[in-house]
Structure formats: C-alpha cells, structure tokens
C-alpha cells in the first residue's frame, strides 16, 4: 500500500501542475519517467492529432507533448478521481482544450492509465473521445 499511496502522490502533484500551467510542465511530467518509458493514445497517431503516436522512450514523449502544446491550448485538466493497485494507478479526468488552427474547443472525459516502476511512470495509456479530438482539430 505505501507504493500505491506514493505514486498517488506523484501524480497529484503532477496532474495539479499541469492545470496550473496550462500545459507548461513538461519537464517535470518528463522527470518523473523511466527513459524507457512506453506511452500510448487511443488515437494512435490519428490525421489532424499525429503527435498521438505510440512513444516508446522519454525522447520521443518529448515530441508528443511538443505536438500537443503547439496545436493545441489547454482551458483545464481535472482529474475527478484516482484508483490504485500494485504498481498501477488510474487518474479519471475531465479536460478541456483549444485546438490552436481550427479554434474549436474539445471537452471529454478522460482516463490516464499509469504503471509505475522504482518510482517512476513505465508505461502511460490515454483515453478519451478521440472522434471528438479528431473533429475538433479538423
């Protein structure tokens, strides 16, 4: 139970953070993952959202969030809720973003499945209303 508490507490402070800034902590999600670190979204690179590509190490969840922040304008990120087991922790949320070309603003649901390893995110899986996303940045 003190791991599961203790990833809770990394992502409080990383899922607050990240509201706050709209977006500007990067670096400090990038801190608290392993190099190898797997990270998937359900649109999977989708056309109009492509930064959503399956990341398989800190670099490339480098470029993911460069993607994001360049076409999109984050409104809010709450997470409502999250649930732990083992290494394992869910943030369920509801987000809020401007897509920066079309103007069109996205709000869905969303569920961040995290596993941890030595203190660290090892793998990230996304999921939200991707049509939505897909509409909203076309």
Same mark, same amino acid.
């Given at each position: 139970?003190?791991?599961?508490?203790?990833?809770?507490?990394?992502?409080?402070?990383? /899922?607050?953070?990240?509201?706050?800034?709209?977006? #500007?902590?990067?670096?400090?999600? =990038?801190?608290?993952? !392993?190099?190898?670190? $797997?990270?998937?979204?359900?649109?999977?690179?989708?056309?109009?959202?492509?930064?959503?590509?399956?990341?398989?190490?800190?670099?490339?969840?480098?470029?993911?969030?460069?993607?994001?922040?360049?076409?999109?304008?984050?409104?809010? /990120?709450?997470?409502?809720?999250?649930?732990?087991? #083992?290494?394992?922790?869910?943030? =369920?949320?509801?987000? !809020?973003?401007?897509? $920066?070309?079309?103007?069109?603003?996205?709000?869905?649901?969303?569920?961040?499945?995290?596993?941890?390893?030595?203190?660290?995110?090892?793998?990230?899986?996304?999921?939200?209303?991707?049509?939505?996303?897909?509409?909203?940045?076309?």
């Amino acid at each position: 139970m003190a791991n599961e508490n203790k990833n809770v507490t990394i992502l409080k402070a990383a /899922y607050r953070l990240w509201n706050d800034t709209k977006g #500007g902590s990067v670096d400090h999600w =990038l801190d608290n993952m !392993s190099d190898d670190v $797997k990270f998937r979204s359900l649109a999977e690179g989708a056309k109009t959202i492509e930064f959503t590509r399956t990341s398989s190490c800190k670099d490339e969840v480098r470029q993911y969030f460069a993607g994001l922040t360049a076409d999109w304008e984050m409104k809010y /990120y709450h997470v409502d809720e999250y649930i732990a087991e #083992g290494d394992r922790v869910v943030a =369920l949320a509801h987000v !809020s973003f401007k897509n $920066k070309r079309t103007g069109k603003v996205l709000e869905t649901p969303k569920a961040d499945f995290h596993k941890f390893r030595d203190g660290k995110i090892c793998e990230f899986f996304e999921f939200y209303d991707t049509a939505k996303a897909i509409e909203t940045a076309s």
